[in-house]
């Protein structure tokens, strides 16, 4: 069996290489972003104790975005009436880009906010905001 080597290239994908764009201009204050595709599939039971086929239902999708007040402060200035939720459909892309020159590209599709909330405590040196969005697909670029 071949040795396997301990570093492809010494350098991993990390927060410090990740470019974060919403409304078309990248985010300085974002401290986190979630996003995550999900498919129901089961497995189709008939004769015997062993599933006889397969079945693939929908597709959900997934999204959350944590920023700094400030970022969430500005945002809702645009916003009409204040809301978050006001802000019409608008597309994330979340570039990753590696030491090594490697770029990989997500965008989050047809973006809504659905929550606007603030939780903060004793001690805080920063508050952040997490938003709960409803997306309608992900484009995973590579």
């Given amino acids: 069996m071949p040795q396997l ?7 991993s994908y990390s ?7 919403i409304l078309g201009s990248p985010v300085a204050g974002i401290t986190a972003i979630n996003y995550e595709e999900k498919q129901s599939i089961v497995n189709n039971y008939g004769a015997g104790n062993y ?3 397969r079945g693939f239902g929908k597709i959900e999708f997934t999204a959350s975005v944590t920023m700094m007040m400030e ?18 459909e ?5 570039t990753y880009l590696r030491a090594t020159g490697d770029v990989v ?5 047809n973006c809504r906010f659905m929550s606007n909330k603030r939780d903060t405590k004793v001690d805080d040196t920063k ?9 309608s697909h992900i484009l995973w670029h590579n």
């Fill in 90 to 94: 608008f597309d994330i892309t979340i």
């Fill in 71 to 88: 970022e969430v402060e500005a945002l809702m200035k645009a916003a009409k009436d204040s809301r978050l939720q006001n802000i019409p």
């Fill in 105 to 109: 590209t997500h965008v989050l599709k």
């Fill in 51 to 53: 599933p006889v086929s």
């Fill in 5 to 11: 080597a301990p570093l492809i290239n010494g350098i």
């Fill in 127 to 135: 508050i952040e905001v997490q938003l709960d969005m409803v997306i």
């Fill in 15 to 21: 927060w410090s290489q990740v470019t974060v764009n």
